[in-house]
């Protein structure tokens, strides 16, 4: 039985503080059947450290670079998000994919490096509109993947996560069917089972991605594939976030 997960994907969004406020909302949050983490921008982590330490609510990172330390002007590495007691990171979301050009292979870098910083990775996927309509949505997805996780051993991708996120789905206002969001996942837990056998297949957990908010999350979480949600925009409104999320734990 996998536990429900539901993440918080703050995008640029948080400054000063506004970050502050809306921690402490998500601070308060009871326990129950389900995970939730928080992802900020990095310069709101060392809040969300101070501000979720000692609850049950986790925090994470929206991106790491792949490299321990060096001449990497600007990047941030998995040391560095660890000592912010950060115990997660997205991966490969698109946004960085399509604005700042990020391949398959270096995110399969950077979900090899923050496992090896004993993090847990979240390796977003997902296709464009286009790729839709022109039936290739299994395939995009399935390639993401396998890229994504070249780098993983077996008994480590029962402890992933996978985000599935249609990218005509984000910040949209329009999620996909929790039909098509079931049959994507299928298929994503249908390539980690060829990949790396069964137990992964079980282990794995898949969210759905793409305009979730407490309306339409619980006919994502019916969903056999469906482990729980990445959250965007909603995650930005602490009561809209905690509603969600009491809908996951419930
Ligand atoms: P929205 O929930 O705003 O559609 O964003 C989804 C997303 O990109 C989460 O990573």
């Not at 400054?15 to 921690?23: I, P, V």
Request: aromatic letters at 6%; one cysteine or more.
């Amino acid at each position: 039985m996998r536990r429900a997960l539901i993440a918080g994907n703050w995008k640029m969004n948080g400054a000063g503080d506004a970050a502050a406020a809306l921690l402490q909302v998500v601070a308060k949050a009871e326990p129950g059947a389900a995970d939730l983490v928080v992802c900020p921008p990095f310069t709101a982590l060392s809040e969300a450290q101070r501000l979720l330490c000692g609850t049950f609510v986790q925090w994470g990172a929206q991106n790491v670079y792949p490299a321990p330390s060096g001449a990497y002007t600007g990047e941030i590495s998995p040391a560095m998000l660890t000592a912010l007691g950060c115990r997660w990171c997205i991966c490969g979301h698109s946004e960085r994919r399509q604005l700042l050009g990020e391949t398959d292979g270096f995110v399969g870098q950077k979900v090899r490096a923050v496992l090896d910083a004993g993090m847990t990775p979240i390796l977003c996927v997902g296709e464009t509109a286009g790729e839709r309509q022109d039936g290739r949505t299994a395939s995009v997805v399935e390639r993401e993947v396998e890229k994504g996780l070249t780098e993983v051993a077996a008994d480590e991708a029962a402890r992933l996560v996978i985000a599935y996120e249609p990218i005509w789905a984000i910040g949209a206002g329009q999620a996909a069917t929790a039909e098509e969001a079931e049959e994507a996942c299928g298929w994503l837990r249908e390539c980690v089972f060829r990949l790396f056998g069964r137990a992964a297949a079980d282990g794995v957990r898949i969210l759905y991605g793409g305009s979730v908010g407490s309306g339409n999350i619980a006919s994502f979480l019916a969903m056999p594939d469906i482990d729980g949600a990445l959250i965007g925009g909603a995650s930005l409104r602490a009561d809209e976030f905690i509603s969600i999320y009491n809908t996951a734990k419930a």
